[in-house]
C-alpha cells in the first residue's frame, strides 16, 4: 500500500495569511503516460463528509474559491491557502489514487492565530 | 446536482453483520462514468478507503485487503444504490462510514461526491 504522510500536524495562521500544508507518498504518484499525479486534497469540517479541493496534484474543483492551489510532483506536494479566511479553519487531508487501496494522509488541523 | 443519501443503523451489535446503503439522485450506479466507494473514518485508523463497485458492460468490484473476507458490496440498479455489507463486526469497525463518488471511466480521481455520513458503534 502506498503510505501518505503529512506536515505538519496543525497550524495557526492568522487571517488573511498564507497556509502551506505538505505531503508526501511513499511511491512516486505521476504516471509517466500521461504525466499526471495522481492526488487529491480535500478539506473536513467537524460534522460533515471531506469536500474534495484539488485533483491531479493541482485542478481545482469547480466551485473551489481560487485561494487553495496543489503543487508538487513525483511525491512531495503542497496545498498553499494564500489568504486564509475564517471559514477554512477545518482538517485537510491529501489522498493517493495512483492504486488500489486508496489512501489518505493523516490530516493537519488548520486554525486561527 | 448528484446526492448520495445513506441509511442503515447506528448501533450493532459484536459479531454481527453491518448493513448500509447509499441511494443516488443525479447519476446512476450502472453509469460507465463513475465508481462508488465506501469509505470509513475514525480516529484510530484514519480515513480508509474499504472498497468500490462499478459497471463497464459487467459489474466489478475491488476490495480493501484489510476487510475483503468480510465486506460485500452490492449493486441495486432497481432503486439506484448501493450497499455494504460488513460481517464479523468487532469494536475496532465503530466508525463513520461515507459513500462516495469518483467521476470517470477510468476510476482514477478523486470522491467528488459523498454521502452524509453513518456514525456506526459497535457495542453490546
Known amino acids: 500500500d502506498i503510505v501518505m504522510t503529512q506536515s505538519p500536524d496543525s497550524l495557526a495562521v492568522s487571517l488573511g495569511e498564507r497556509a502551506t500544508i505538505n505531503c508526501k507518498s511513499s511511491q512516486s504518484l505521476l504516471f509517466s503516460s500521461n504525466y499526471k499525479n495522481y492526488l487529491a486534497w480535500y478539506q473536513q469540517k467537524p460534522g460533515q463528509p471531506p469536500k474534495l479541493l484539488i485533483y491531479?496534484?493541482?485542478a481545482r474543483e469547480s466551485g473551489v474559491p481560487d485561494r487553495f492551489s496543489g503543487s508538487g510532483s513525483g511525491t512531495d506536494f503542497t496545498l498553499t491557502i494564500s489568504s486564509l479566511q475564517a471559514e477554512d479553519v477545518a482538517v485537510y487531508y491529501c489522498?493517493?489514487?495512483?492504486?488500489?487501496?486508496?489512501?489518505f494522509g493523516p490530516g493537519t488541523k488548520v486554525d486561527l492565530k | 446536482q448528484v446526492q448520495l443519501q445513506q441509511s442503515g443503523p447506528r448501533l450493532v451489535k459484536p459479531s454481527q453483520t453491518l448493513s448500509l446503503t447509499c441511494a443516488i439522485s443525479g447519476d446512476s450506479v450502472s453509469s460507465n462514468n463513475a465508481t462508488w466507494n465506501w469509505i470509513r473514518q475514525s480516529p484510530s485508523r484514519g480515513l480508509e478507503w474499504l472498497g468500490r463497485t462499478y459497471y463497464r458492460s459487467k459489474w466489478y468490484t475491488d476490495y480493501a485487503v484489510s476487510v475483503k473476507s468480510r465486506m460485500t458490496i452490492n449493486p441495486d440498479t432497481s432503486k439506484n444504490q448501493f450497499s455494504l455489507q460488513l460481517s464479523s463486526l468487532t469494536p475496532e469497525d465503530s466508525a463513520a462510514y461515507y459513500c462516495?463518488?469518483?467521476?470517470?471511466?477510468?476510476?482514477?480521481?478523486?470522491?467528488?461526491?459523498w454521502g452524509q455520513g453513518t456514525l456506526v458503534t459497535v457495542s453490546s
Open positions: 462516495a463518488r469518483v467521476p470517470g471511466v477510468s476510476g482514477w480521481h478523486g470522491f467528488d461526491f
Open positions: 489522498q493517493q489514487y495512483h492504486s488500489i487501496p486508496f489512501t
Open positions: 491531479w496534484a493541482s
